[in-house]
């Protein structure tokens, strides 16, 4: 389901992708890479909220990854989050 859905989400069909990394999520909740591509097309779709909520898991889950931080401050600064996605950037670097 993972790697469908990553192959979903280069055929930006986000909502396909989403579908699989939510189903591989249920079998395998605790790996962050898969709610980090979630939040990829999610943000992808404009569904900020919900991008930044993958991948604070992700970041909960697997720690200071660099990306992790870069995404999630990137969706933060889509959303005029400003301040938090400062902070992420710098997290990142």
């Known amino acids: 389901m993972f790697n469908r859905g990553f ?42 909220d919900e991008a930044i909520e993958c991948f604070s898991t992700a970041i909960e889950l697997e720690g200071g990854k660099a990306d992790f931080y870069h995404n999630r401050g990137f969706a933060y600064r889509k959303n005029k989050d400003y301040e938090k996605a400062i902070d992420d950037y710098t997290k990142a670097i």
């Open 7 to 48: 192959a979903y989400d280069k055929l930006q069909n986000f909502e396909q992708a989403i579908a699989d990394y939510t189903s591989a999520i249920a079998v395998e909740p605790n790996n962050a890479f898969t709610y980090y591509n979630k939040g990829i097309s999610l943000d992808r779709m404009g569904a900020f």
